[in-house]
């Protein structure tokens, strides 16, 4: 089953610095297994566009959707046999400690 993990920034990250796992190593193990199909650090809020379309008319606003302190700063699609497993691999994840990880199924719309 295919997850979207989604790599974000949090206010509050773990002050324990002790035996910080190491980003390259993680997405090496990951990528050599098989389980991580892609992955990328995003650019920053700011520059974000926003896209929008009211009553028929194009509206585009230069920055992020919502002013917020926690924002999405990567992302990493995965294969695991079940929830689980992508709970195990997002444990794994160097941002999980210094910010947080969203994990998202797909959505199935031939159920």
Known sequence: MQYMMFVCSDSEPD???SDEPDIDAWVREHDEAGRRKQGAVLAPPAAA???????????????????????????????????????????????????????????????
């Open 15 to 17: 002050t324990d610095k």
């Open 49 to 111: 566009t926003t896209v929008r379309v009211r009553n028929r008319e194009l509206l585009v606003t230069d920055g992020p959707f919502t002013e917020t302190k926690e924002v999405i700063v990567g992302f990493d699609l995965i294969e695991c046999a079940d929830l689980d497993e992508a709970i195990a691999m997002a444990r794994t994840h160097p941002m999980a400690r210094g910010g947080r990880i969203e994990i998202r199924p797909f959505a199935d719309f031939e159920q």
